[in-house]
């Protein structure tokens, strides 16, 4: 037959021995099953079924492209719009962290500038501060207390010794 | 290089198709019955349309139109669009495949029930409708290998029922 197709054309012989053996095995008498006559009545069955075919090919158009794409635009639009939205507003979220930050640091140096500036500013007073000879600190401290002074220049202050009345008794009841 | 042209139908020009479909309608009508379905024809008529409506070539038309009426008898969905070209006004008597499958010995449809569906299924496709083995995977959706083993292992089993007593096993 004209319309076999190359899958069984091209069979191979092992393959055709294993049909046949099959049959013999089952009885059945191998007979050509594709060299039927079509009769007039299956002849028209099967335009029939071509022409509906045909129709249903036609009927059934698929939907053109630009239609697909028409549909999927606003959906397209909206996952763009949100992901540009999304992007700019990282974008200023990023931007304010790293203003705060530099404000930080820009904080953090001004404290330390300050602080340095203070030390500098109490050195010079420390430094220049008058020294006090021990006859006028022996004349200035007489008042207060009694003030030694050796001969090499050094001031021995005397150490009063503070006893608190009260831990050295404790009165005992019943003694 | 040269194009060859787009043929009219899936077997060729018209008077392919009409003899394949004159070949091929009877016994798809048979292996949907063989399925159960309840109206095997108009199943066999909705491969044929499927298959004609397709506007990409297959490889394998055959296997096509087996494969789509399994399905179809499987999943028992009963074609609606078509139900007004039944062939049953159209099959002449002793050409149905009632009358084919009485063509087969009693003895050969008895030792075949005896196979295990799934082994029945490929020998019957293999020896009775003729059938290569790669158009057999087609239409099973299974290797060809799978086949073969399936094919080999059903004569098997034919040799065990007819050589009871022993022998040498064809795989053995």
Do not use: C
């Not at chain 1, 939907?63 to 959906?75: E, Q, S």
Request: glycine share 6%; charged share 25%.
């Amino acid at each position: 037959m004209s319309w076999l197709e190359p899958a069984r054309i091209h069979e191979s012989a092992e393959d055709r021995d294993l049909r046949e053996s099959l049959g013999q095995l089952l009885g059945f008498s191998a007979r050509s099953f594709f060299d039927v006559e079509p009769t007039s009545k299956m002849i028209a069955l099967a335009e029939d079924l071509r022409r509906e075919a045909l129709r249903r090919r036609h009927t059934s158009r698929r939907k053109p492209v630009w239609m697909l794409l028409a549909a999927g635009l606003p959906l397209a639009l909206a996952v763009s719009a949100l992901g540009s939205w999304g992007f700019q507003h990282k974008q200023r979220a990023d931007a304010l962290t790293a203003a705060v930050a530099q404000k930080e640091v820009e904080l953090q140096n001004m404290v330390k500038t300050a602080g340095e500036r203070q030390v500098q500013g109490t050195q010079p007073t420390l430094i220049s501060a008058p020294v006090v000879s021990a006859p006028v600190l022996a004349k200035n401290t007489t008042q207060h207390g009694k003030v030694k002074a050796r001969p090499n220049g050094e001031l021995v202050l005397e150490v009063k010794t503070y006893q608190s009345p009260s831990l050295d008794t404790q009165p005992v009841k019943g003694q | 290089m040269q194009v060859l042209p787009k043929p009219e139908t899936p077997f060729g020009d018209i008077t392919q198709f009409h003899e394949a479909f004159a070949t091929l309608y009877p016994r798809l009508v048979g292996y949907g019955r063989r399925y159960g379905a309840g109206y095997p024809e108009d199943i066999a008529q909705e491969a044929f349309v499927i298959l004609m409506q397709r506007e990409e070539p297959v490889e394998h038309p055959t296997a096509f139109l087996y494969g789509t009426v399994r399905t179809l008898a499987l999943t028992e969905r009963r074609p609606m669009k078509n139900q007004n070209l039944s062939l049953e006004v159209v099959l002449e008597p002793g050409k149905g495949p009632e009358a084919e499958e009485h063509l087969l010995h009693r003895e050969v449809r008895e030792r075949m029930q005896t196979l295990s569906p799934t082994f029945r299924e490929a020998l019957w496709l293999f020896v009775v409708e003729g059938l290569s083995i790669r158009e057999i995977s087609d239409i099973l959706e299974i290797p060809e290998a799978t086949v073969k083993t399936r094919i080999h292992r059903a004569k098997a089993q034919l040799k065990d029922q007819l050589n009871p007593s022993g022998g040498v096993h064809v795989l053995a």
